[in-house]
């Protein structure tokens, strides 16, 4: 009993720890006075200041499409290499695998700041095409991973099945391989636009002066003290991320229901 | 069709914006480029071993070790508590687990400034009992607990996907051989669990000693750790050399504990990230 009374003081105070600031922080977003400590009513004011905030709004607008555009080429891109490197002889095959790899280990600044060298160097232009090639680099390895376990559990003789039966190989392609792949390919999406709106450390070396995401904004407002809006516009972000997850998590489940079933 | 062929456009990507910018690292690391062209040079990372970076790179480590360790201690026995629960109150609780670290890192660290600020919630409320507390931000301890709490998941998640795989016949077996319970956990568990605990190690320590954020937000403008040595070269000092050779030596630093975890596991036979 003892036991079982500390187990459930210890996790309640885990918990505590890793969900009070949050809360706190949420809390707070919709109290009437600038004050961090002291309630002091009940307002969506800085919900309708955030929504004013010229440079808040732009960072919006340039993480939305950002994570969009990245994720989508991230998604088409990721999906043809994966289906390449499967069908690799092994020695080729587990090279790519490992380069695949590198940007996920390597640390971000590391990452960051190579891309920075990079865009310096060619004399490209840094601001929101070079933020978005940077987005793509990191999010590939996210997609191929996603979908490279689809393949692997893909029925080879399905496809040679088509073909024998008249399908050209791009209509074999299509009715055959692509269905059978698209949750893996869709869930690659998912997570590459996860990283994409989350991502701060290599968007804030990529970007060039005027160009930020919401991260990049809440980086420097935070430099120079808290505000309000900051806490607005981290509740919505985080109601935004938690729907992404449900949506992800919700689709995994399914798709692990589906698998036990056919066993 | 040769579909192989498929992945040649990837390959060229990663040549691009992966090989070719680390290249430019190492390139950079050991080049000078003056008026009178490229020498090489190995006097970054001469410069790397000055005592005041030496500092920087052992205050880095030890405040990433010390987290790591914080990391460890709370979260093995909240790794066997999630581990231990029946199926049902099992994921949710996991789930639950999970879910503030898809919250935005800045966030978290941003709301532990709110909360530790001179007029925040934790200085009124212990104004309110009659403690005046010291300055609560800006201290190393500060950013410690800002890595603690960004990172603890990294660490109880691995532990926890070890654990819940152990056969529960292997401990039945221990317990009939006349195992204590204390017996149990020192000579199957935890053994069993140690590629668990080496996959937390690396993902905490790793993101600890790189961090820039944290240092910056919740120890303050001069509070230094290697990333932010290394944002300050490329941002501010524009010494690209110096800053280059700072990120190798970061890298390598990296690349030796990962293939030490790596060749650990492999010997363990998994364990896995997740």
Known sequence: ???????????????????????VLIVFSFNESKSRAHWTGFT???????????????????????????????????????????????????????????????????????LMLLFILVKFPRGFFSMLLAHITFNLPYVILSVMPKLKQLDNHLYDAA???GATPGYAFRKVILPQIAPGIFTGFLLAMTMSIDDFVISFFTTGPGVSNLAITIYSMARKGVSPKINAVLSILFAGVILMLLIINNRMSRDNGRKENAV | MKKHLMAYPYALWILIFIIV?????????????????????????????EPIYLAVFFRSIKIAAISTAICLILGYPMAMILASKNLSKKSLLVVLFVIPMWMNFLARTYAWMTLLEKNGLIATIMEFFGVELPSLLYTENTVILGMVYNFLPFMVLPIYSVLVKID?????????????????????????SLPGV??????????????????????????????????????????????SALSVVLMLMIMVSMGVAMRYEKENEGGGLW
């Open chain 1, 163 to 165: 073909l024998d039966l």
């Open chain 2, 168 to 192: 529960k016949a292997v401990l039945e077996a221990a317990e009939d051989l006349g195992a204590t319970p204390i017996i149990v956990f020192r000579r199957v568990i935890f053994p069993l």
């Open chain 2, 198 to 243: 080496s996959s937390g190690i690396i993902m905490v320590f790793m993101p600890a000693l790189t961090t820039f954020v944290i240092s910056r937000l919740l120890g303050g403008a001069h509070f230094t750790l290697i990333g932010n040595l290394i944002e300050q070269q490329f941002l501010t000092t524009m010494d690209w050399g110096f800053g």
């Open chain 1, 44 to 114: 969506f004011k800085w919900y309708v200041e955030m929504f004013k905030d010229q440079q808040i709004m732009t960072s919006l607008y340039y993480t939305v499409t950002i994570a969009l555009a990245a994720s989508v080429i991230a998604t088409i891109l990721g999906t043809i290499a994966a289906i390449g490197i499967h069908y690799m002889k092994k020695l080729p095959r587990t090279i790519m695998t490992n380069l695949t790899y590198l940007p996920v280990l390597n640390p971000d600044i590391v990452t960051g700041i190579s």
């Open chain 1, 1 to 23: 009993m003892v036991k079982t009374a500390l187990k459930r003081i210890y996790t309640f105070l885990i918990f505590l720890f890793l969900y009070a600031p949050i809360i």
């Open chain 2, 21 to 49: 910018p680390l290249a430019l690292i190492l390139f950079y690391s050991v080049f000078s480029i003056d008026a009178e062209g490229i020498h090489f040079t190995l006097e970054h990372f001469r410069r790397v071993f």
